[in-house]
Structure formats: C-alpha cells, structure tokens
C-alpha cells in the first residue's frame, strides 16, 4: 500500500477482477487474472471477454517427505462460481467444464510491472515456492515487435526443502479453438516441445481457420494430445489423477479415431536443496481471415482476400501461418524480453506521484486490448472500447481519440495513420468529414454527420504529430486536406467568421450543442492557430486564420465566461423542432429550447481546446488566469469525494455510492436545464484524467492528484478491473489521455523540427518521466536541481536543452 492507500498489488478481494492483457496491438489478448488464471482469451480478432476456457498450469512434486500436486492458481474468486459462463450450462449447475475444482494453492499476490505482471503463489504444505510472470513484447517505436499475436508465462520453482524434490510441471487446454458446428475439421497436434489447437474454415466460412500454439523450451518436454476419449467428466478425471499420480504420458497425438479434446506440456526436473527452476511457455495464435467489415459500400463477402473486402489483421500479412510464427516467436523472445524489460525498467523508474504511474501503465493495456485493430498494410484502426463479443463502437472515432495521447508518442508512425484516414479515406472534397472510419479502412462513399470536435481537433493533432515526426513532406501532404477541413468547419459551424461556433454542432456527447461553448470552442481556437502555424512553417496563405483565432480568444473570454468559468450560450431556432418527436418532447423544446445543452454549467471539459494544445506545445493566446479559474471552478464543484447522495439516471456503473469521483458537468449557479446534456451525471476516466494533467499544468497539484487518487480508487480490484477503464466498453481509448500526465508533470516538450527539448515542471524537487520520440525515448526530468535526460533505447537527438526551473506560480 502506498501511504495514501492506493493498492499496487493485488490480493484477495482486490485481485478478484484483475484481468491483465497480453497480447499485441491489434491482435488480440490473452489475459491474466489476479489468481493466475488465463481469462478473456481473445484471440479470433474480436473481443472474448466472458472467454475463459479449460487451460491451466499444475505442478506435481514429491520428495521422502511426500507429494502433493496444485493448480498454479490462487482461489478461485467467489464471482465466477455462479457467473453465467458462455460455455457453462447456466448458474445452478455446477459450471461443469471449468478448472475450478481441482486443489490450488491457498492465496496469491499479483504485481503488474506493464507490460508484465507477476504472480506470487502462497506456500502450501509442499516444499515448493511458486511464482509466475506473464508478458507480451512492448517496444516504443518499433510497431512490428509490438504487434505481435503472442504471449510469455515463466514459471519459477523454489525448492525450499534441504532435500531432493521431483518436480512434474505440466500445462492443459482443451481446444477452444473449435467452433461448434463448423464445416471444418478441428484437433489438437502434438510434436516436439509443442501443442496446436485448431480449427479449419471452409469455403464458406474463412475467417472460422484458426490456430494456438502452446510451446515450452525446456528440452525435457513431452508434448501429447492423448486425452481419454470418453462421457461425461472421463478425460478432465483422468487428467487430474494423472497429474496428482505423476503420470507422463506418450508424446503424440492417438494414431486412430476421433482427435484428442485436448493437449497437455509435461516438463519433469529435480530440485536439489534451495535450487530454482524456470519454465517457460510461448503462446501465439494465427487467426489470418475474418468477417469484420463496418460501413458503406458494396460487399462480396467471397470477394478478395487482400483485406479489401473484410478487416485482415497485420500479422497475417507477415507470416505465412501458425507453425511460422511459432518459430518466429522462438528464435526473437529472448531480444524481446529484453526490450520489454528496458521499457518496463523506465516505467518503474520514473520520479512521480505513485498514482500517476498507475494511471498511466494501467491504461497502456489498452493497446494491448481488442480495442485496437491493425491492418495488413499497418494501419490503425481503433475501436471505441470492447464489448464482451465485439468492439464497441467502430471507426476511430475523432472525438473520442482526441483525448488519448500514448499512441502519438509511443508509435508516433500508427498514429500517423489515424491522421491519414481522417484526412483522405474519411473525408470529402468539399472538407466534410465522417467522424467513423469504415472497416477495412476505404473511402466512405456516404455522407455521415461530421462532428466539430473531432473534425477540428483532428488539426491539432495533425500539428502535434508533425512536431513529434519532423516529417515536413508528410505535413505538405497533408495540408491541403486540412485547409479544406477547416474551410469546411468555418463555414458550417461560423458562417459569420465570428470566432465561435454558432451553428448546432454535433460532439463527443452524442448531440448537438446549439450555440457557442467553451468546449468546441476551445478546439477551434487550437485548430486554428495550429492551422496558422503550418501555413507559416509551410509558406501558405494562413493569415486568415490566425485573425480567426483572435477572435475567437476575444469571444470566448469576453462572452463565454461568466468570471468564474467558460460555459454554452444556447442559441436555437425553429430547426430544433424538426424530426420525429414525441409531444411532451416537443413541448419541452418550445418551452425551454433544444434538449441536452449544458447552458450555463460547468462541463468538466470545458477548455479541453486549451488542454488539446498544450499537450501539442501550441499557444493559443487564450488568458491563462480564466483557463486556471474554470479548472478550479471544476474541481470545486464537479469533484465528489461521495457520490452517496447524488443522483445519476445515465450509465451509473462508472462510478457511484461511496465512491469519489469527478462529474462530468454540474450547474453551480442553479441553472440546469430539465434535461442536460445526456451523460452529465456520469463521470469518465478519460475526462478525469484530461482535467487533473491541466490542473497540474496549472500548478494545481493537490487539486489533480486528488482526481486522479479517485478514479484509480475506483478500479481497485474489487468491482471493476485495475486494467480496464470502462466507459462505452472495456479497455476504453479515451483513458489514454492519462499519458498527458506525464507531460504535465514535467513540462516536457520535444520538438523533433528542430531537435530542442524542453521541460518545465509543475513541482519542485527531483522528478522525472518517460519521453518517447520517433526514434527513442528514455527518462527525461530533474534531479538535484538540474535536468537530465537518460536515453534508454534508440536516439534523442537534442540540440538545446530549455529548461525552466519550478515556480510557484504558473
């Protein structure tokens, strides 16, 4: 425990929802619960999430003292035991199929150390200590490592007896590859250190082809898929005595009749007295077709097979098959554990409050989530979260990925790819653009709504990975695609050139807002002065736009803040009673003016604009004192330290009860329209964590801790998982804004144009961060006074180090 209480390990009723991912990006996970169960596995390019198939690890020793075998798990947490299980027979019958009967070990402890987690195994009456560690490769910069559909378990024996004890190490899984009532043949192959369970698709059904691949290295291993072939509960019976009897059976598959239902690794070593051993699992899975297609357009669906036709994951297009990446995986996981660990080590070592540490790698489990597709040609495509069989949301939506920031700064080239979709596949001639791309990623021949957030923030963000790249060729590209999506937000949101957007314009809060806000307002005004600054940079017309953004500083100052924060002057016309309605829904409009405004409130994101261009280094010339005063105005209202007496008739399981947590938007002054916008009552990680990094910016230090203390408080492990922020789906992108915290923290800034680095801390004393470049990162901060920068892995070229020591004010 931390002293402010936080829990940085996991155990008993805080390890019970843990739920890590391993895996890569955009291709799929296999995750590892709190007790050391292998749970969520998602491995057919969508999300698994209620997945948690008959697969474990056991150990069998025995000495002259005796023997004993365990599961390699903790106890089985009291949830699942009544859980409707997709492959269960229902709640009251005994969850037939699954692990959980067979003996464990009497209590574990579970430390995540992303992209690792380890597993402490209480002792039981045996003479053996066990641990393990789960982990899938991460390497900033290096998509290609990163993305890899595969995944590590080592599991360590210590021998604390002072005699010899034989050791049987074996791994079980029945083949939850097969599909029920496919046309393809399914079995389990057994050779070598290795067992493969698949599944075959069929002319009709590709994308059911799939492969997973459970090897070991230790040269004692005997790999066999000879499970009993018999009723009811026969080979799971059998299984277990075999195990608990330290019986190894023949290497293979059965030469005749139906395909074993499963496949078994068996490792047999001794342990002299103190001795350790290590054995090591490879995991890799090989799912190459899939029916994923999301949008407009003709379909064949036995079309091609180049990804044009349904989403192909990017590894498909790498390797040949299931047998190649297994080698693969192999021949590099030692080169790849070591970087990870590099990654790993700089994470930990960071010199920064502990709940910004695990807020931060906590949600880097995103991009080892489902939430994440990946392309054969190697772009992203992001889904909003995970539902438990699907993704959540298609099409990287721009307002949603607005506020996640790791990806630019860790794959700055997969974010790249965003920008390009947005621009080109996403967007038409005349400027318009679909805030969802289709899947696979194309042209969308049918005009969706556009949203002003996501269209206009897309400019910033364009901006911002300029300056992290330094790839004035790519911005050029770009540019004239941006210039007609700003024309186009111009015209269509401030056809007056008036500096604020009065038109009705949709955002990330699924509605309208009617009339000028501080909100969107914010984000035009980045936009435009991120658009007045590459016109500079690229010697184009840009006047315009900077005269733009003064207006808009001069509007949203002199008319959107009431001298305490910025807010929504609702302006609305006949056009608010158009579309189908009900009667009482229609009075309410002509009695009040259009639903789901927030008016006169304080939105918790008020100045996300102002947050957007500071996390990309861009002045906007918007007064920082109002900026600093609507952020105190949120956290003095909008944080709760307990949500006992507030209502919330929205989505209430993102935070409630005792719980503390950030609302989205409260209406201080008395104001609140009869129906707020439609998730006001609801509090967002995402948003949380976006407003304690601009407090922070703003030396407001105690006031951002404490946010970011509360919505990490609530994902402690009890009832929801520490590696899943949810908002619309698990593993939800928006909580990637937490990244922001970092650069907030140390006012770290790298310009890759003209290879200057610049920090500027929020605190004083020692502290120091992860700064990821497009060819390096490393730890950059201050120490003893002085700043340093401490390059890891690649290169930080720098040729001016601007430092700007701490003062109290901001």
């Known amino acids: 425990m931390t002293s402010e209480g936080r829990c940085l390990s996991y155990s008993g009723a805080t390890a019970e929802r843990v739920a890590f991912p391993m895996g890569g990006l955009g291709a799929g996970m296999v995750c590892l619960s709190g007790t050391g169960a292998l749970t969520a596995v998602s491995v057919r390019n969508a999300p698994a999430l209620l997945n948690e198939p008959f697969m474990f690890g056991a150990v069998r020793w025995s000495s002259s003292s005796g023997d004993g075998a ?30 959980f009967g067979l ?27 066990c641990r393990l560690t789960g982990w899938s490769p991460f390497a900033p910069g290096d998509a290609e490592a990163s993305s890899l559909p595969v995944a590590a378990i080592e599991y360590e024996f210590e021998n604390h007896a002072r005699e010899r004890v034989e050791v049987i190490f074996s791994f079980h899984a029945r083949n939850f590859m097969r599909i029920a009532g496919a046309e393809g043949a399914a ?26 691949t459970i090897a070991c290295d230790a040269a004692e291993t005997i790999a066999s898929a000879r499970w009993f072939r018999g009723g009811w509960w026969d080979p799971v019976t059998d299984l277990w005595r075999g195990v608990a009897e330290g019986r190894t059976p023949p290497a293979g598959s059965h030469e005749a009749g139906e395909p074993s239902d499963g496949g078994s690794l068996y490792v047999p070593f001794s342990l002299e007295a103190g001795e350790t051993r290590r054995v090591r699992l490879q995991l890799s899975w090989f799912v190459p077709r899939t029916s994923l297609r999301r949008g407009a ?35 590099q996981i030692d080169r790849l554990r070591e970087r990870s660990e590099t990654f790993a080590a700089c994470l930990a070592e960071q010199a920064l409050p502990p709940e910004i540490k695990d807020a931060v790698s906590a949600n880097l489990t995103i991009l080892k989530s489902p939430t994440v597709e990946r392309q054969a040609d190697g772009r992203l495509f992001m889904w909003e979260g995970c539902a438990d069989n699907e993704g959540s949301f298609e099409g990287s939506c721009t307002h949603v990925f607005n506020y996640a920031q790791s990806i630019a700064h860790l794959f700055p080239a997969l974010e790249r790819s965003l920008r390009e979709t947005e621009f080109f596949d996403n967007q038409d001639d005349t400027g318009h653009q679909n805030f969802r791309a289709q899947l696979p990623i194309r042209p969308n021949p049918r005009r969706a709504r556009a949203a002003a957030d996501g269209q206009l923030g897309g400019i910033v963000k364009a901006y911002r990975d300029w300056r992290i790249g330094g790839d004035e060729a790519w911005l050029r590209r770009l540019w004239p695609r941006i ?83 910025f807010h929504q ?25 259009p639903k789901y405004q927030y008016a006169g409130g304080c939105l918790s994101d008020g100045v996300v604009g102002e947050w957007l261009a ?7 010339g918007l ?29 209430p399981a993102y935070a409630l009860g005792d719980e503390a947590a950030l609302l989205l938007c409260s209406w201080p002054r008395g104001d609140a329209p009869h129906f707020p916008f439609v998730y006001s009552d609801e509090a967002w990680t995402g948003i949380e964590y976006q407003v304690a990094a601009h407090l922070i910016r703003h030396k407001e230090v105690a006031a951002g801790l404490e946010i970011v203390r509360a919505a990490r408080a609530r994902y402690d492990g009890r009832v929801r998982n520490p590696f899943s922020e949810f908002e619309w789906g698990h593993w939800y992108g928006r909580a990637m804004s937490s990244w922001s915290l970092l650069q907030a923290m140390t006012g770290q800034d790298y310009d890759a144009r003209t290879r200057c680095l610049t920090l500027a801390p929020a605190v004083p004393g020692d502290v120091s961060a992860l700064l990821a470049t497009e060819r390096g990162y490393g730890l950059v901060g201050v120490r003893d006074g002085e700043p340093f920068v401490d390059v890891r892995e690649g290169t930080i070229g720098i040729d001016r180090l601007e430092f700007r020591p701490y003062r109290d004010a901001p």
């Open 70 to 99: 365990r599961v390699l798990e903790g106890p089985v947490p009291a949830w699942k035991l009544t859980f409707p299980w997709p492959d269960s027979t229902g709640t009251g019958r005994g969850q037939q199929g699954k692990t």
């Open 103 to 129: 003996p464990r070990f009497p209590g574990s402890r579970f430390e995540p150390r992303f992209p690792f987690a380890r597993l402490e195994l209480d002792p039981c009456e045996g003479p053996l200590r």
């Open 187 to 212: 079995g389990v192959d057994a050779s070598g250190g290795m067992v493969r369970l698949w599944q075959a698709g069929s002319g009709e059904r590709p994308e059911q082809d799939g492969a997973f």
């Open 297 to 331: 357009g003709p379909f064949d669906p036995k079309g091609r097979t180049d990804g044009t036709e349904t989403h192909v994951p990017w590894y498909a297009a790498k390797f040949t098959d299931a047998e190649a990446l297994a080698r693969f995986w192999a021949d």
């Open 483 to 565: 210039v007609a999506s700003l024309d186009y937000a111009i015209r269509t949101w401030d056809p007056e050139e008036a500096g604020w957007l009065t038109e009705p314009h949709h955002n990330t809060y699924d509605i309208e807002f009617w009339g000028p806000d501080g909100m969107a307002g914010t984000i035009y005004l980045a936009a435009l002065r991120a658009a007045a600054e590459m016109a500079r940079a690229l010697g184009e017309p840009g006047d315009r736009y900077g005269a733009l953004a003064d207006k808009a500083v001069a509007r949203l100052e002199g008319e959107l803040f009431n001298g305490e924060y």
């Open 569 to 593: 002057k609702v302006l609305w016309d006949d056009r608010a009673l158009e579309g189908e309605m009900s009667a009482e829904s229609r009075e309410s409009v002509r009695r009040e003016g």
């Open 614 to 620: 500071q996390a990309s280094s861009l002045e906007t």
């Open 623 to 651: 007064d920082s004192g109002k900026v600093a005063s609507h952020l105190r105005a949120v956290h003095r209202y909008n944080f709760r330290a307990s949500l006992r007496d507030h209502a919330n008739p929205q989505r």
